[in-house]
């Protein structure tokens, strides 16, 4: 086994190496995410068998592109059963629950800011970050490493309440790429926006943790379906993230490619693995062109579905009272494969319509509206996965109606938990729940 403090092993999967012990994040290597929305950008070194050096995993969150049920479920048994799995204690604890299922050697829920430690040299603590994310602060020997991965550090704010809760930070791991739905084929700016927004999170970041290396990660995927593929126009490239660090920062960048080894202390030559992710965008243009045309009988019978767990989870009296308020509106869709429109609410369920194509909320295909009735986290993976276009309605008529199925996800009912979590949360997050529900949001 190798003695190298960082391993990469794709995207936002690292091992961090101590003695005896090897804790792995978020091991997505294989295998498309989020309905075949997304794809690694590049292969992965690393394989099921490798799982034999593995002696923790660690998931920020449950998001498939961090904890990937394909993947584990194809780790050798065997092995599963030498790893002990830390995640974050969550409501549900469907997490916790399918990782017994599948045999791990244990399972660990971190209560929030409470070290665990692995070795007399390596302790980790995690802490919740909005309705899914979470990160960890971790020090390993001399090494204190801060791994924020996906979680809304956007401001100055936002980042000293991390800060709080830590102490000096020696290397940071932060996201680098917008990672879901930004505009239309056509608004470019909105994209550059986003990219530019990213950079200055790391900015921000850097300012208050001051680390004296940034590795930049958890942004190494592309939009892999004939349907999304034209959001990969203005994603921050890893050349330009680089010299975004060096000249903006007081950090030092690492960059990293799947394989690569990393000791904690040394400069890198980072020439070599920007190189291969240039090579990597330029050869990786395969995409999904899926055709799954799911039938109106289907589609009805699902939508019903949706709404029955919807009624068993929560307070029906108050859906229907905010139904005939107009607050949960009925909100219109186009679905493009079958060149028909329809209307969905919460009571009436889903209904053909005539409305044209150019005044719904929302264009789409079957599949993914059938995946989102069947999913209680399918309006979040469409969302990500941007297999959708807005017309000349409100595409946030058609989000809102998936709200509670959202909150039902992270074991949070309504209005109990909707209200629980908007007095307790203090990440951005709240900000953006509260704009989708007053139907203000938009991607800066």
């Not at 530019?196 to 190494?220: H, M, N, V």
């Not at 994603?235 to 080894?261: A, C, H, R, W």
């Amino acid at each position: 086994m190798s003695n190298a403090l960082v391993t990469f092993v794709n995207h936002a999967s690292v091992i961090f190496s101590h003695k005896d012990i090897r804790l792995m994040t978020d091991p997505w290597i294989f295998g498309s995410a989020f309905n075949n929305g997304w794809e690694l950008l590049s292969k992965s070194k690393f394989q099921l068998d490798d799982f034999a050096n593995v002696t923790h995993i660690w998931f920020s969150h449950e998001h498939p592109d961090h904890f990937h049920p394909g993947v584990l479920s194809k780790i050798p048994e065997d092995l599963r059963k030498k790893i002990t799995i830390l995640f974050q204690d969550t409501l549900d604890h469907r997490v916790a629950k399918k990782c017994i299922q599948l045999n791990f050697k244990s399972v660990i829920e971190m209560k929030p800011n409470e070290y665990i430690k692995l070795n007399d040299e390596f302790k980790i603590k995690c802490v919740p970050n909005g309705t899914y994310d979470s990160w960890f602060y971790a020090q390993i020997g001399e090494h204190k490493i801060l791994n924020i991965n996906d979680c809304m550090v956007d401001s100055l704010s936002q980042a000293k309440i991390i800060k709080k809760n830590i102490s000096d930070v020696d290397i940071l791991l932060t996201q680098f790429g917008y990672a879901s739905w930004v505009g239309d084929p056509d608004d470019i700016q909105l994209r550059k926006n986003a990219s530019l927004e990213k950079l200055d999170r790391i900015k921000i970041q850097s300012q208050i943790f001051a680390p004296k290396y940034i590795i930049p990660f958890a942004s190494f995927v592309r939009f892999s379906h004939k349907d999304n593929f034209y959001m990969n126009d203005e994603m921050n490239k890893i050349e330009d993230v680089e010299e975004f660090i060096l000249s903006q920062t007081n950090s030092l960048p690492v960059i990293l490619y799947p394989g690569d080894e990393w000791f904690g202390k040394n400069k890198t030559d980072n020439s070599i693995a920007i190189k291969n992710y240039h090579l990597d965008l330029e050869s990786n243009t395969d995409l999904c062109d899926d055709e799954i045309l799911i039938e109106d009988v289907k589609l009805k019978n699902l939508a019903q579905k949706y709404i029955e767990n919807i009624r068993k989870r929560n307070n029906w009296f108050f859906i229907n009272l905010l139904h005939k308020m107009n607050f949960f509106k009925t909100t219109t869709i186009f679905l493009k494969d079958k060149n028909s429109s329809y209307t969905f609410n919460l009571i009436d369920g889903l209904e053909n319509s005539q409305i044209k194509e150019s005044d719904v909320d929302i264009i789409t295909d079957s599949d993914s509206l059938g995946f989102v009735f069947s999913w209680d986290y399918g309006m979040d993976t469409l969302f990500v996965n941007a297999r959708f276009r807005t017309s000349g309605g409100k595409v946030m008529n058609f989000f809102r109606l998936f709200l509670i199925g959202t909150l039902n996800n992270n074991g949070r009912t309504f209005p109990v938990g909707v209200i629980g979590f908007l007095f307790n949360e203090k990440s951005m997050w709240k900000t953006k729940f509260l704009e989708i529900i007053l139907g203000k949001y938009a991607i800066k």
